[in-house]
């Protein structure tokens, strides 16, 4: 793949690889309150909402991975680690509507898979900072065997404004039941070498909280944070049924103000906001109705074939999020079968005051 493509469509400046790192992850509240209007957007008489396109996108520019989790799909699947690749141009004609839009804020080049597998992951932070512009925010999540100090750098220098390490372990004995297949020590030196380098690139610890690691979750968040890094916690989920081990990997969830705080958010909208709020993009171009549907039961258009606003607001879409809407989420896959579909399963839901970077795999 090269970078030629993009030519004379390019904007915006890239944004300069120096400066001080923020204290907290970008757009957590602002994008709160814009999926809750995402939500409002949508006028289920007119089977169609208002917003001209997602506020966060996943695309998948490489499948599969290099790990084999005990909360991921990927262990009971035969992936091959980067079997599939999205061909460039694919990839810049989707970024290119997109920018059309003008409504995303976030962007994740990654969906249900380890990003850094893409060798061409540099190029294509670079494509989408220059086509979508400075001010969206580019947020990879990685599980960061790959994640050497030069990998950091190419990636920093690209664009990427916020750098997740999916680590879920202060211990190597915790880590090796929860992430197989990967290095502790070796992911551990990739993040303090990552947490070193100068730059604006925020650096982030997802801690996926389950029964083997509660006894490591306060000394994660204390050591990580230290060191400066955001910790970023979240529940595991079964991924609409494709998790066999959910039932017995969960732990109960949140503490009773936090519980309540999610209950009154699941009174309040009755569905879940997501795909009122986002894309995601599968490698040869298909659009999942959901970044929780691993077996990809519900595809909802192929922006291969369609423009933006026949995938994000085509009838396929619609009739789903009105079925959402009006509390009927538990009469179709792959929401009949999610853990996070309301009302909230405590089990499944990421921790508030934490910013969720949101199965971005
Ligand atoms: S959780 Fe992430 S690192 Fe682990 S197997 Fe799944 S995709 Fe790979
Ligand atoms: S309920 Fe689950 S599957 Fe349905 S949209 Fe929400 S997260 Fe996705």
Redesign the pocket.
Known sequence: MTSSSTGPSEIGPQPPENGERRKSLPLGPQLAAEARQAWTSYDPAARRTALAGPLSVQIQTVTG?????V?????EREDRPGAHTMDESLYVAILERLRGAGTVRILAPML???PLLDPHLATRVRQARQILGPQVVIWV???G?LLTPERAGDLASAGVDVMEV?LDAASQETYGAI????DFSKIVANTEALLARPGRMQVALRF?RQQANAPEEARFVKEWSARGAIVVKMGVTNRCGSVSTFERLARSGAAPPERQALLAKDLLFRGCLLPFARMHVLYDGRALFCCEDWREECVVGDLGRQPLDEVWNGEAVNRLRGLIHSGGAGDFEPCRSCSRRPPMNPLAQTVPGTQSAEER?
């Open positions: 991975c290099n790990g084999r989790c909360m991921c799909p990927m262990t249900q898979c380890e999540t990685t599980n065997a999916s992430r197989q297949r990967l996926t795999r």
